[in-house]
Structures are given as structure tokens and as C-alpha cells.
Nanobody, 126 residues
Framework: QVQLVESEGGLVQAGGSLTLSCVVS????????MGWFRQAPGKEREFVAA????????RYVDSVKGRFTISRDNAKNTVYLQMNSLKPEDTAVYYC???????????????????WGQGTQVTVSS
């Protein structure tokens, strides 16, 4: 059984930082693309960042480029999302997800992810 368990989010002031982690069990973590998504109230779930199987390639949505960093530790079956310079518009429930793809070319779509974490709330106050 594949499980993705995310760390607790939190309440952060604008300009602050927060790092999320997601531990994966039940599949060979190092074989798969990992992604982070988020969903704000009343909005659709959106792509935030993705990293390929070996960690050598990453992709980001434009709104977080230069502020967020996705990384992975294949020895620990863990993917991270470091979030700096947080803005109120980053407030959302954040989800990690695993795709059976290995590469980010082409970038996997949301439908290409087959396992999801439970979601963790990140709230950025102004």
C-alpha cells in the first residue's frame, strides 16, 4: 500500500519561511517523479513544483519561482518543499503527489499523479 505522509504546515507571517516534507512508503521512491500541488479555498488544485526521479531536474509554477525550492532525499524516501518569502496568496492546502513517470519531459499533468498525500494547511498572514 502506497502512502504519502506530509509534515504539518502552519501559520507564517508574510515574508517568512516554511519547509514541508513528505515521506513515501510502499513504492520504490527513487523511480518516480514527485510533485507539490496546492488548493486555495474556492479554487482548483494547482501545480506548484515537481522534481524528476533522480533529483536532477525541477520545474515550478511561475508564481513561486525564486521563492520555493523542491528537493528530494532518495535515501530517506522524502521530498521537500522549502518556501521562502511567503505571501498571503500562498495560503492553501498543500499536497504532495507521486507520479509513475520518471521524467519531467513532458511535465506530468495533475492526472498523471496516482498517489496523493492527505494535504497540509499553510496560512500566510499579512
Amino acid at each position: 500500500q502506497v502512502q504519502l505522509v506530509e509534515s504539518e504546515g502552519g501559520l507564517v507571517q508574510a515574508g517568512g519561511s516554511l519547509t514541508l516534507s513528505c515521506v513515501v512508503s510502499g513504492r520504490t521512491f527513487s523511480n518516480y517523479v514527485m510533485g507539490w500541488f496546492r488548493q486555495a479555498p474556492g479554487k482548483e488544485r494547482e501545480f506548484v513544483a515537481a522534481i524528476n526521479a533522480n533529483g536532477g531536474s525541477t520545474r515550478y509554477v511561475d508564481s513561486v519561482k525564486g521563492r520555493f525550492t523542491i528537493s528530494r532525499d532518495n535515501a530517506k524516501n522524502t521530498v521537500y518543499l522549502q518556501m521562502n518569502s511567503l505571501k498571503p496568496e500562498d495560503t492553501a492546502v498543500y499536497y504532495c503527489a507521486s507520479s509513475p513517470r520518471r521524467s519531467l519531459v513532458p511535465l506530468p499533468l495533475i492526472r498523471d499523479y496516482d498517489y496523493w498525500g492527505q494535504g497540509t494547511q499553510v496560512t500566510v498572514s499579512s
